[in-house]
């Protein structure tokens, strides 16, 4: 069985890496206001301030006008309510694109 602890740090190398191909460019984010870990570990302790900036590039990657649109009231995450209402919109378009995927693959 292999040793969480390294798969945990190879998991991470694989998402750094393919964010970087994705387009993503660290250098350039705002991120002056707080020191946020971003690299490949990232994820190896709960790290809220990544997950917003990650779940960002991503999805604004996939759909940048459904993006503006589906967040215009919730980013930036400044208080609780934005960080309540983030969540709650990232949960709804992560399950229908499960939904959608189920889907296909069942045709």
Not at 54 to 72: C, G, K, W
Request: charged share 25%.
């Amino acid at each position: 069985m292999a040793n969480p602890v390294l798969l945990q740090k190879k998991s991470g190398k694989y998402l750094w890496f393919a964010l970087l191909g994705l387009g993503l460019q660290p250098d350039k984010l705002n991120l002056t206001a707080k020191r946020i870990n971003l690299g490949p570990n990232m994820f190896d302790k709960p790290n809220k301030d990544a997950f917003y900036i990650v779940t960002h590039f991503l999805l604004e990657r996939l759909s940048p006008t459904r993006f503006n649109e589906a967040y215009r009231h919730c980013w930036p995450v400044l208080c609780h309510k934005a960080d309540a209402e983030f969540r709650k919109v990232t949960c709804a378009w992560l399950r229908e694109i499960m939904v959608r995927n189920c889907k296909l693959s069942l045709e």
